[in-house]
Each structure stands twice: as C-alpha cells, then as structure tokens.
C-alpha cells in the first residue's frame, strides 16, 4: 500500500498543478518528508477522534499526517487556491479520512469560530506570523488545552526563554499568561521546500490558568508591552508613560513589591500581573493615555 502523506515528488507535482510558487510574504515553506510529520503528529500526542486546529495548512503533508492519527482537523488556510485543493488532495489520497477535515479559508488572525472545539494546535506556522497567531488562538479558543508548533528556531527560543535570559522578551511573558512552553526538538532545513535559511524548531505549549490577578489580560499585556519597548530603561522608566508619570509608576512597582530599578527581563508574567493591578487606570481602555494596550486578542 501507498504511503498516503506526502512525499517531495508529490509536493512538487502538486504544487505544479495548482500553479502554486511558495510565497516568502506568507512564509511558505512546505514540508516534504513523513518521517518528519509523523514525529510532529506523535510528539503532539494527538488522539483518535480529538478536534485539532492546524494553521497554514499548504499541500496537505501535516493534514495528512493529523488525519492518519484520527484526528478530527480544522484547517485554517487563507492562501484561496491552497484552500480550495486541500479538501481535494485528501479525498484523492486518503479517501476514507476526508469526511473529518474541514478547511476554514480565512486568516487565522481573524477566525474567531472553529468547529470543535478544537483542544489541541498542530500547526507549522508561517515564519512572519507565528507568535500572533499563536497568541490569538490561544485567546480565542480557551478549549485548547496544548499545542504543538513548528516555528523558526530564533522564535521557538524568545517563546519558551525564562525571566532573567538573554532571548526573553514579550513573546515569552505573553505566551506564559496562557500556558507553559518548552522545546520539543528541532527540524532540519532538508525536509523544506524550498529549503528555508532559518533553522526550525518545535514548541510545545500546555495550557494552565493565568497568574492570580485583578487585573485584565489587555492590562497585564501593556505592561509588558511598556517594559519591553526599551529593553535597556529600568521598569521605573520604562512604565512612566503607562502611570503617567515616572513617580506614579515608582509607587505601583513598589506596590506590587517589585523593584524599580530592575530592568522588564527580570519580571516573570506574575510580576507584570501585580504592577498592572497598581497602575491609575481608567474606565475607558487599558493604557491611562488613550489605551496603550494591545488587541483584545492578545496580542
């Protein structure tokens, strides 16, 4: 019997058929080798019959390798013509499994329903979107309870860095608000088409409840925001904006029992979470100048 994922002639030959050029705007960067997907597919422990989103589906090669493993897959591909053949590429090779995917041809940043819902994210992310996409998803969907991403290797490295580390930053504390995050391997760039200059790796994220706090996401993430917008300012100075001035932004850090002379790479998610509840802000956003905060999304 045929191996029904896809091997690097069909990929190839499919992506002639359908016209398609992979795009470094959307960061395309198919993967052509099945032991490859297999290994993504087993280190997400994915479960006969469990619903799980896939962002950035391309050809199909982890739609496949998900399906293969019974899961019930929601592909959200926003490329129209990738879209369009993926139900038809997986009808032709592995007939028996189309009736459990469905595609949802949108931008992942913009879907705000999936069927499901889903409880786990298998997905090799397009490169120039992955840490708001998965961010949003995890907003969105609080019915995923983990998720298993392939990002560039310099991504995978800001997403699970802890406080105090040269690569931590605003992906990391944002993505610990959600869940706990840690490397899962790397991918090599010989298993890509076309082979990416970017070395890969593999995240794995397992959802927890977010630090204890009277404060809301969109505040707890301006902070972040702030404190990260000049890495080498001490909080003190790096917040005075957000108070409203350095003063007031002194009186909530001490408040929250952090110092002030600390620089944002020290802060843990829960240390954000105790200086937002500090901070005069008012009813009408999350920032005290006319809403610093980010999207409602969380990103």
């Not at 045929?2 to 993967?31: I, S």
């Not at 032991?35 to 962002?55: D, F, K, M």
């Not at 995917?101 to 120039?128: F, I, K, R």
Request: hydrophobic share 50%; aromatic share 4%.
């Amino acid at each position: 019997m045929a191996d029904p994922l896809l091997g690097p002639a069909q990929v190839r030959d499919l992506a002639e058929r359908l016209g398609v050029r992979p795009t470094k705007a959307r960061g395309q960067n198919f993967v052509v080798d099945a032991g490859t997907i297999r290994r993504i597919v087993r280190l997400a422990g994915v479960r006969p019959g469990e619903h799980v989103v896939e962002v950035g589906p391309g050809l199909g090669s982890l739609t496949l390798g998900l399906l293969e493993a019974g899961a019930v897959v929601a592909a959200v591909e926003i490329d129209p013509v990738l879209a369009h053949a993926l139900p038809q590429t997986v009808a032709e090779l592995a007939p028996a499994w189309a009736d459990r995917l469905t595609v949802v041809a949108a931008d992942a940043l913009a879907v705000t329903e999936l069927p499901g819902p889903p409880t786990a994210l298998v997905a090799n992310l397009p490169y120039n979107v992955a840490v708001p996409v998965l961010l949003t998803l995890l907003a969105r969907f609080p019915a995923l309870e983990r998720a298993l991403v392939m990002v560039q290797a310099e991504v995978a490295d800001r997403l699970v860095a802890p406080p105090g580390s040269r690569t931590y930053g605003v992906p990391s504390a944002k993505a610990a608000w959600y869940a706990d995050a840690r490397r899962a391997g790397t991918v090599g760039r010989a298993v890509f088409w076309p082979v990416p200059r970017v070395d890969s790796a593999l995240v794995a994220l397992t959802r927890r409840e977010p630090p204890p706090t009277r404060a809301t996401r969109e505040q707890v993430f301006a902070v972040v925001d702030a404190a990260f917008a000049q890495r080498r300012k001490t909080v003190r100075a790096a917040l005075a904006g957000l108070a409203g001035s350095a003063r007031a932004a002194e009186e909530a850090l001490v408040a929250a029992g952090v110092d002030p002379g600390l620089r944002g790479e020290r802060l843990a998610v829960g240390d954000f979470a105790r200086v937002a509840e500090h901070l005069p802000w008012p009813d009408a956003g999350p920032g005290p100048r006319g809403g610093a905060g980010p999207a409602t999304v969380g990103w």
